[in-house]
């Protein structure tokens, strides 16, 4: 199974990087997790946010694969709990289906990417920086495989 996280933001701290590759590295190899890091547009006094969202959500566009069921990450999506997620996880492995997780910037995304999404799911009713959105899909991507695979990381 191919899976893709389409984040905007590059440059991240320290943190977030060792906390996203802790989580990736412990992924079995049948599984592979791609990030892709979209530079962020560029803030300016007096520039609209719809303009900034407009134009991160065409770099989106250039780099999403083609083929791929696209999740969008969005604190208005649906809540799912953690066996949906590896319920759901199961059925895309089953189905050989790729899969692209896409998270927003700093302003979130542009609505044409929500309304052309297969699903948004939002990873918490808080509103959580998209650094840290990394780190916690990383860690839930790791932590369905394990429910997938009875290994004890998981707890009931």
Known sequence: MKCFILAVGHKMPDWVNTGYLEYIKRIPREISVNLIEIKPEK???GKPIEQLLW????RIRAVLPHH???KVLDEGGQQ?????FANEMQGWMNNGDAIAFVIGGADGLHSDIKHTT???IAVSEFTLPHGLVRVVLAEQLY????????HPYHRD
């Open 55 to 58: 134009a991160e959500y065409q």
């Open 80 to 84: 799912w709990t953690t066996k949906r």
């Open 68 to 70: 791929c069921r696209v």
């Open 143 to 150: 932590r369905a495989i394990s429910i997938l695979k009875n």
């Open 118 to 120: 297969n699903e948004l």
């Open 43 to 45: 803030r300016a006094v």
